[in-house]
């Protein structure tokens, strides 16, 4: 995978570090907007991997920063729920259409975000985190029935967590302690597929420091930001998503590459004949 075009690297570079970024200043987003982009010059597979290994370090860098501000009793029970929802969705996704998964999950995200912009300002409490253990399970549960059957696991616990009075290290040090346990659990699944090749890992290598450098710069920019203004760039980024997964529907299925085709022009009665064949690789 290691890219032989200076360009092809400069994009891929320039992508991964604004997607650190973005995640680095809302908590969320580096999967969804990588996946946007790569895809547009790699092809589906390459992108799904870079990104499944590209992030796990610094997730665990970034959550190790707001350690202190999470609730581990309230994190736990995400992490538990998400453990029960990821083989379920896997269940459904070799049962139901997954078009129309994506669709409807879509459809539900958006509504609950034009509901975020129409709801009042949540008081942010400064003192412990609290919140429903029972609802953060569940939250988790919908977010690993997602990355199970689409691979998409953010919008629900994020929908869970800015629904909450807490500030932005509370809420960071929540989404971040969780998306450990998917990353990591994707990246071994991964490898256990047998996708975490010497070419791939050697790239992640690479890119993975200008993922730390955009996720360190989102997160020196993020308390800047004032607390209504940061809900509103989180439901704006979630209702983007949404439209991209009404429109988009069902990821792309990567498939091998088909071998180049050969034509043969064979003299016929007055039209010449074609007959088409793949090409045979050299010994």
């Known amino acids: 995978m290691m890219f032989s075009d200076p360009q092809l690297w400069l994009f891929v570079l320039l992508a991964v570090f604004c997607s650190a970024l973005i995640q680095g200043i809302i908590?969320?987003?580096?999967?969804?907007?990588?996946?946007?982009?790569?895809p547009l010059l790699l092809n589906f597979r390459e992108a799904n991997l870079l990104v499944a290994y590209s992030i796990v370090l610094p997730v665990i860098w970034t959550f190790?920063?707001?350690r202190k501000h999470s609730n581990l009793k309230l994190l736990a029970g995400a992490i538990i729920g998400s453990l029960v929802g990821l083989p379920l969705g896997l269940l459904t996704f070799t049962l139901i259409?997954?078009?129309?998964?994506?669709?409807?999950t879509g459809?539900?995200?958006?509504?609950i975000v034009v509901d975020g912009f129409f709801q009042k300002p949540v008081h942010v409490d400064e003192g412990p985190q609290k919140a429903s253990s029972v609802w953060s399970t569940f939250a988790g549960f919908c977010s690993g029935f997602l990355a199970g059957s689409t691979s998409i696991a953010g919008p629900p616990i994020v929908i869970y967590a800015i629904r909450q009075p807490w500030t932005q290290e509370q809420y960071k040090g929540f989404i971040f302690g969780f998306f450990i346990m998917i990353s990591i659990s994707r990246a071994i699944g991964l490898a256990l597929m047998g996708f975490a090749t010497l070419p791939v890992l050697v790239t992640t290598a690479v890119i993975v420091p200008f993922v730390f450098l955009g996720t360190k710069l989102g997160l020196m920019l993020g308390p800047k930001i004032n607390p209504v203004l940061f809900k509103r760039c989180l439901l704006l980024l979630l209702a983007v998503s949404s439209l991209y997964m009404l429109i988009q529907g069902?990821?792309?299925?990567?498939?091998?590459?088909?071998?180049p085709m050969v034509e043969i022009i064979e003299p016929g009665d007055g039209q010449p004949k074609i007959q088409t064949f793949p090409e045979k690789s050299s010994p």
Do not use: H, N, Q, S
């Open 64 to 66: 190790w920063a707001y």
């Open 107 to 111: 459809l539900v995200i958006l509504l």
């Open 27 to 38: 908590g969320f987003g580096y999967a969804i907007v990588a996946m946007a982009v790569l």
């Open 250 to 259: 069902k990821p792309a299925v990567p498939t091998e590459d088909e071998p």
């Open 97 to 104: 259409d997954l078009d129309y998964l994506v669709r409807g």
